[in-house]
């Protein structure tokens, strides 16, 4: 009974209460907002979390080895990286990072989602490429986080 009474709560709190991150200006939210192509050379790459399990939980991303920041629940970073290569995007996970492997073409937008999964103890984060208009109606629904701040050890 008190093993039960455990996991309740451990779920009850992975699934209820709200994290949250630094955020960027209202301004450069909206700016990234209007999906304009990325740099010269470059490919931009949007990184969002809208899902609803997990809510008070934060969880790191990096994009080859360096962190874009700490997700929380309705946010999004957007980063620029070289065009014409792979990248490797990773993000904390219940026992280990969670890696997505890319190449991303010059010149265009790339949309990640990052989702959260229940483990035994603690929630879980994975990552998935989403076709970009559905990444377009996800973004614009959420804020911007502010970059570079992670908790987890590279």
Same mark, same amino acid.
């Given at each position: 009974?008190?093993?039960?009474?455990?996991?309740?709560?451990?779920?009850?709190?992975?699934?209820?209460?709200?994290?949250?991150?630094?955020m960027?200006?209202?301004?450069?939210?909206?700016?990234?907002?209007?999906?304009?192509?990325?740099?010269d050379?470059?490919?931009?790459?949007?990184?969002?979390?809208?899902?609803?399990?997990?809510?008070?939980?934060?969880?790191d991303?990096?994009?080859?080895?360096?962190?874009?920041?700490?997700?929380? $629940?309705?946010?999004?970073?957007?980063?620029?990286?070289?065009?014409?290569?792979?990248?490797?995007?990773?993000?904390?996970?219940?026992?280990? $990072?969670?890696?997505?492997?890319?190449?991303?073409?010059?010149?265009?937008?790339?949309?990640?989602?990052?989702?959260?999964?229940?483990?035994?103890?603690?929630g879980?984060?994975?990552?998935?490429?989403? $076709?970009?208009?559905?990444?377009?109606?996800?973004?614009?629904?959420?804020?911007?986080?502010? $970059?570079?701040?992670?908790?987890?050890?590279?």
């Amino acid at each position: 009974m008190k093993i039960v009474s455990v996991f309740a709560l451990t779920a009850a709190l992975l699934i209820s209460g709200c994290a949250s991150v630094d955020m960027a200006t209202k301004a450069e939210s909206a700016k990234a907002k209007e999906f304009n192509p990325p740099s010269d050379g470059k490919a931009g790459v949007y990184v969002y979390r809208d899902s609803f399990v997990g809510k008070a939980l934060k969880k790191d991303v990096w994009v080859d080895g360096v962190c874009i920041g700490e997700t929380a $629940p309705d946010v999004f970073f957007y980063t620029e990286v070289a065009g014409g290569k792979n990248h490797k995007l990773d993000t904390e996970s219940e026992f280990s $990072p969670n890696t997505l492997e890319l190449m991303f073409e010059t010149g265009k937008n790339y949309f990640i989602r990052q989702f959260i999964k229940l483990g035994v103890f603690v929630g879980g984060a994975g990552l998935e490429q989403v $076709p970009e208009d559905e990444g377009k109606v996800a973004v614009a629904k959420l804020e911007m986080a502010k $970059p570079g701040s992670c908790s987890g050890a590279r």
